[in-house]
């Protein structure tokens, strides 16, 4: 993360501890903005300047940054937008760890530290062991860069198919998805999954295959997006 979007980030959340669902509020513009920064970078690469797609994408980016700024403070959003303790135990967090750990991870981001770094920091608090570091470390940064390529692509229209990208020493789960080979954009994996990761700790990645006679139409007549990929 860029150490102006964590200066965001911080400012957002330093002085708010009142309320975590105050804080849950407030990160949602900056993690949204971190969001769309991603989806800029991923369309500059595609050439895609179409403002109705680049809309469709920052939609998608505004709802994922309402519902992970509640689940990253044990929360989760109502229909109406509420927001209520979150019954899945999966998100429960101690307001002791809550302080430490944010702590930690907006050192790391305005120091522009590494997965790995940001891995051994946390490890060094006493409420972590070296395992459960890495898989917080290396599980959020997977997820966030997973949702933003699939809200990008799915946004384009011109992305038809997928494929599972399995790092070193893949587990059964991983391997068996890249055996696939490409699969339709919008089918889940055989594990039932849309993208990486497919479990904490994993490296995999997610390629993805273009119409690249849509993708051209595309870029003659920005102002006419096809469909978006479902």
Known sequence: MPKRDATRVNAALVGSLRSWAVIADQIVGPLADVGQSGIANNYARMRITDEGIMDRANAGVLEYAAERSAELVGMRRTSTGRLVPNPNKQYAITETTRREVRALV?????????????????????????????????????????????????????????????????????????????????????????AHPAHPKCYCDTAAYTDEGALEALAEAPGEPPEPAE
């Open 106 to 194: 907006l050192d790391a981001f305005r120091e522009g530290l590494s997965r790995d770094e940001l891995a051994a920091a946390l490890e060094t608090y006493n409420g972590f062991g070296a395992e459960r570091a890495v898989v917080i470390a290396q599980t959020e940064m997977s997820f966030a860069n997973s949702n933003a390529n699939m809200t990008a692509w799915r946004a384009s229209g011109v992305v038809t198919e997928k494929e599972w990208l399995v790092a070193q020493e893949p587990c059964e789960t991983c391997q068996a998805n890249a055996d696939q080979g490409r699969i339709p954009f919008g089918e889940e994996f055989q594990s039932g999954h849309m």
